[in-house]
């Protein structure tokens, strides 16, 4: 009989509450890098927010990226066309094809980012409402991706000095638009326990950020 611990079952909305509660776990931590840690479940979060706002009912229509062969696969698969006249139009083998529209490339944040902000392109849904930032909050995130996220994933061998003070003000922008993702948008499906959960982290980062 299997138990808890022999598997673990995860979608979209539960993806973000684990980063969100990661987010908050690890600005609890008393450890040397728990800013680099808090940063990527912050990232991870804040793209996980911009999906599931963009994802409608069927996510290999609206958040694949079209530009890549694996989304243009996925297309023609929702498109019913078979899988082997797939593959021979990509000229590559059945298997590969398959695994292609298993793991489809997402479009990337700063393409998510756009979308959220036009309606046109949310769900179709009456009460939809894009979002607005600042270029305060544009430049929080540009700099939770490029600066930080990505140079803590993809590290080079260096010396870096990370002045901390600086990563508050830019979580709290990313805070303040995940909120209005998930809770004013009006595109977000989850359960009253998700919903419960995701305030519950929020107002815990929210507490940790706080001087």
């Known amino acids: ?17 684990d980063n969100l509660e990661m987010a908050a776990h690890f600005l ?9 840690w808090a ?9 996980g927010a ?14 694949v990226d079209r530009q890549k062969d694996s989304g243009k696969a996925v297309m023609l698969h929702v498109n019913r066309i078979p899988i082997d006249v797939i593959a021979s139009s990509f000229g590559k083998d059945e298997e590969t094809i398959r695994d292609w529209i298993s793991n489809p490339y997402l479009i990337s944040l700063e393409e998510a980012l756009r979308r959220v902000k036009r309606k ?17 909050e544009d430049g929080a995130i540009r700099r939770l991706t490029k600066e930080f996220r990505n140079e803590f994933e ?10 901390t003070s600086v990563l508050p003000p830019i979580a709290s922008s990313v805070l303040r638009i995940i909120r209005f993702l998930i809770f004013e948008s009006n595109c977000v499906n989850m359960s009253i326990e998700q919903e419960r959960r995701i305030k519950k982290a929020l107002e815990k980062i929210e507490h940790l950020l706080s001087p």
């Open 39 to 47: 940063t990527i479940a912050l990232h991870q979060a804040l793209y």
């Open 1 to 17: 009989m299997s138990t808890q611990e022999d598997y673990f079952e995860i979608n979209e909305i539960e993806n973000l509450i």
């Open 154 to 163: 993809h590290f080079a061998p260096k010396g870096w000095v990370v002045f």
């Open 28 to 36: 609890e931590a008393s450890i040397p890098y728990k800013w680099k």
């Open 50 to 63: 911009l999906i599931s706002t963009l994802q409608g009912s069927d996510p290999r229509q609206t958040v």
């Open 120 to 136: 046109e392109s949310l769900p179709p849904l009456v009460n939809a409402q894009p979002l607005v930032t600042t270029a305060e």
